[in-house]
């Protein structure tokens, strides 16, 4: 394994992306959309969810991703229902949502390509 690798779980990996062109065991293509270094995360398309240790809020994702990804599908679905019936959102309430979703996209990848 590429020591620029740091495998968190087997399905959650970081690297610091600005590694990714030169990382063979990574099949990534940047979007020309957004500067590799603002992308804090990427989902492969065989399911693997890839943070990058370049972005300022690392250290949180790295801290609540592997806590969602323990969960089932029915309690991501239940509190992705749950919080799109909030008002008045804070950033952190925003910020988990987004994470359950990105939880759930990953999954999707990882069953299709299974």
């Not at 600005?18 to 989902?43: A, H, N, Q, S």
């Not at 969960?71 to 992705?80: D, G, T, V």
């Not at 749950?82 to 990953?106: F, P």
Request: net charge positive.
């Amino acid at each position: 394994m590429n020591r620029n690798i740091e495998v968190i779980n087997k399905e959650l990996w970081a690297v610091k992306f600005c590694f990714l062109p030169y990382i063979t065991e990574i099949d990534y293509l940047p979007d020309p959309e957004i500067p590799m270094f603002e992308e804090p995360g990427r989902i492969t398309n065989d399911g693997l969810m890839l943070l990058n240790k370049d972005h300022k809020g690392y250290p949180l994702l790295k801290g609540m991703f592997p806590k969602l990804m323990k969960k089932s599908n029915k309690q991501l679905k239940k509190e992705l229902f749950l919080g799109k019936r909030l008002k008045n959102k804070t950033a952190n309430q925003i910020l988990y949502a987004s994470m359950v979703q990105v939880e759930i996209e990953r999954r999707s990848r990882l069953k299709k390509a299974r």
